[in-house]
């Protein structure tokens, strides 16, 4: 499993104590959304420098990394945003311990998808159909990006309507985009969308900014399980399979026991 799933697995979660009968010592709590940054491959070898590595959970290259590069980010989580990728550049970058691909295009060989320990997304536009989101969620993407556009302070009900509109219709992990890093109690209704990733562009957010993002999410709890009554109705909660059977599709990284909601 990529080290990406498993975080998103664990969002909001406290860790496990240690094993054995040690002194105690305080169990950590996972982030209730993670912050990737974006950034260019130039770069990367400075950024790893600067106190904004330690803002990040993840990083995401604009572009494939050279050797010199990945060597330089072998002790972090990372992938790479790309519209052309071969074959060989599949193999170094799972070589040299890539985590995660952004597909930037339809146009990149459909090979991209194989299963080999990678965690694979795309865009998810928010106009998209019913139709089409089927399709997004049947291929085997591990997570959706979502284009977040609006100005802090300002998410009134019919903006966020419109990008519930987009993530209710897919099961998948969703990664929002942003230039500027919302308010706290935007944060809140972004992460019950639900949203498990805020993608920054690290070379234009301000270090204060990416700060000021860090400790607001950090500040924020949990996601709570929807309840039946307040869950969305996405377009496959009720499909039906080939054998007549109902088949109830939610997100990956909710509990289990939602059930006994």
Same mark, same amino acid.
């Given at each position: 499993m990529p080290e990406l799933i498993e975080r998103l697995h664990n969002l909001g979660k406290t860790d496990p104590p240690p094993m054995g009968f040690?002194?105690?010592v305080e169990r950590k709590?996972?982030?209730? %959304?993670?912050i990737?940054? #974006?950034?260019s491959p130039s770069r990367v070898k400075l950024l790893m420098k600067s106190s904004n590595a330690t803002s990040v959970d993840a990083l995401l290259l604009n572009g494939v990394p050279d050797k010199a590069v990945s060597e330089t980010l072998k002790d972090a989580l990372w992938g790479v945003k790309t519209s052309d990728i071969s074959q060989e550049e599949m193999e170094a970058l799972k070589e040299a311990g890539c985590d %995660?691909? #952004?597909v930037g @295009?339809?146009?990149?060989?459909?090979s991209v998808l194989r299963d080999d320990g990678m965690a694979k997304g795309v865009a998810l536009p928010l106009d998209i159909v019913d139709r089409d989101a089927r399709v997004l969620d049947d291929l085997p993407f591990d997570f959706l990006t979502v284009d977040?556009?609006? $100005?802090?302070? $300002? %998410?009134?009900?019919a903006e966020l309507a419109k990008y519930q509109a987009a993530v209710s219709m897919i099961s998948k992990h969703v990664f929002l985009l942003v230039s500027e890093s919302p308010n706290e109690s935007e944060l809140e209704r972004l992460r019950d969308l639900p949203a498990d990733a805020i993608i920054v562009d690290l070379d234009s957010i @301000?270090?204060?900014?990416?700060?000021? %993002?860090?400790e607001r999410i950090n500040g924020l709890e949990a996601r709570k399980p929807r309840s039946h009554s307040d869950e969305p109705i996405s377009?496959? @909660? @009720?499909s039906s399979g080939p054998d007549g059977d109902d088949h109830d599709f939610e997100h990956e990284h909710e509990d289990d026991d939602d059930d006994d909601y």
């Amino acid at each position: 499993m990529p080290e990406l799933i498993e975080r998103l697995h664990n969002l909001g979660k406290t860790d496990p104590p240690p094993m054995g009968f040690g002194r105690r010592v305080e169990r950590k709590q996972n982030p209730a %959304l993670l912050i990737i940054g #974006l950034t260019s491959p130039s770069r990367v070898k400075l950024l790893m420098k600067s106190s904004n590595a330690t803002s990040v959970d993840a990083l995401l290259l604009n572009g494939v990394p050279d050797k010199a590069v990945s060597e330089t980010l072998k002790d972090a989580l990372w992938g790479v945003k790309t519209s052309d990728i071969s074959q060989e550049e599949m193999e170094a970058l799972k070589e040299a311990g890539c985590d %995660l691909i #952004l597909v930037g @295009s339809d146009d990149v060989h459909a090979s991209v998808l194989r299963d080999d320990g990678m965690a694979k997304g795309v865009a998810l536009p928010l106009d998209i159909v019913d139709r089409d989101a089927r399709v997004l969620d049947d291929l085997p993407f591990d997570f959706l990006t979502v284009d977040y556009t609006t $100005k802090p302070g $300002k %998410l009134t009900i019919a903006e966020l309507a419109k990008y519930q509109a987009a993530v209710s219709m897919i099961s998948k992990h969703v990664f929002l985009l942003v230039s500027e890093s919302p308010n706290e109690s935007e944060l809140e209704r972004l992460r019950d969308l639900p949203a498990d990733a805020i993608i920054v562009d690290l070379d234009s957010i @301000s270090d204060e900014m990416l700060t000021t %993002l860090r400790e607001r999410i950090n500040g924020l709890e949990a996601r709570k399980p929807r309840s039946h009554s307040d869950e969305p109705i996405s377009a496959q @909660s @009720s499909s039906s399979g080939p054998d007549g059977d109902d088949h109830d599709f939610e997100h990956e990284h909710e509990d289990d026991d939602d059930d006994d909601y």
